[in-house]
């Protein structure tokens, strides 16, 4: 096991990665920013770095002054979180020729599946399902729409970059073509230091699913089950939960299995997750994996029971999963709403001072957060605020706990999306389970 691990990242997945340390009795070495001083991460961790400014890019994306802290304090290991550089093959490669393990998968499967044309490649060839589409757009507009009529509209143009939903673009017919390809190009070019582009059948009115693997380096993979995250807006998750509505355990099965045999084909080790669109006929396609912890890992920790954390932990210092897919129990279900500090009308971040922050407690319910009284949300960094995560023997019961734990929670000093996680947690069709991608888009119209 790791002598002492950093942790390369802030907020509340640096708390929840110091947690578990201290579970497992590995010391930790915070890093954080000027802006940061005062953070929880860095009370509660055993040694604590200033690693540069404000800005992310010379402070939390800094890798020399993060492998210079993990030099000085004599790490082995360190746990990305998720952002940041949770998913720059470059970083974990750096580790790797420093001697420190990076806490992750390999930087040869992080870089294929950093490039989404590359991943739906390799994916496909591993017997995963695909969304019919193209592979890096080349050439000229003309090569571009004869493959989009070929595909038939709407088409979604992505950027093979990206993830999340920067550079996408949702195209319904040739003439808006030529148009979208540029905006989403620039986009990507800019966002990501690559304009390339590719083109998928969009599917509207689905559900975005993604299932959970964990992998280690002896060959053993399993699947911790689905979490759907249909609820979005700007292609940022609002809710998650597990398992979905949606998913019968036979899907699950059949899904997992597929899911289980495609990472054990890139010799994939540590914990992943496969994002699939599944349409109104219950047909699934694999859209993209990510290689990090991801923000809604804790649905999955309430149902399955598992610390994913220790579990990438274990995995990176080479121990083997002490267990096979059929002691994988799916107990009850869980559901997660973000709380970010926004603007209700206008979405846009709304930094400032928390001058109250009371969080709910009780039974089935887990808040994620490194918020305090009088704390500040710095305009440097997301708006994430906290994470409220609720257990219930059923959906409803889970539902319940969620609107009680919303009502019991206080957050004075800038606006939230509460309000809106209270809107949807009192709509009858998400309540019933009926929803799908366009929901968020439909319940503001009516
Ligand atoms: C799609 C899709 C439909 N068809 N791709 C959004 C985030 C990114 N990781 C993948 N996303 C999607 N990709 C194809 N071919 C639907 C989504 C999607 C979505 C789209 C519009 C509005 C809300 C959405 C919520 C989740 C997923």
Redesign the pocket.
Known sequence: MFRKILIANRGEIALRIICACKELGIPTVAVYSQADQHSLHVRFADEAICIGPAPSSESYLNIPALISAAEITNTDAIHPGYGFLAESAYFAEVCEACGITFIGPSPEVIRMMGDKDTARTAMKDAGLPV?P?TGKIKGPLSEASTSAEKIGFPV?V?AAAG???KG?R?VSSVDELEGNLEVAQNEALAAFGSGDVYL?????L?R?IEFQILADHHGNVVHLGERE??I?RR?QKLIEESPSPYITPELRCEIGELAVRAARSVNYANAGTM?F?VDELHRY?F??MNTRIQVEHPVTELVTGLDMVKEQIRIASRERLGYTQKDILFRGNALECRVNAERPDTFLPCPGTLRIFHQPTGIGVRVDTAAYNECVITPYYDSLIAKIITYGKNRDEAIRRMRRALEMTVIEGVETTIPLHQRILANEDFLAGRYH??F??QMART
């Open positions: 969304v589409g979604i992505k993830g999340g939903g996408m949702i998928e059948k969009y599917i509207p689905a975005h995250c249909s979005q292609y994002e669109i396609y859209m993209e991608t366009h968020l888009e």
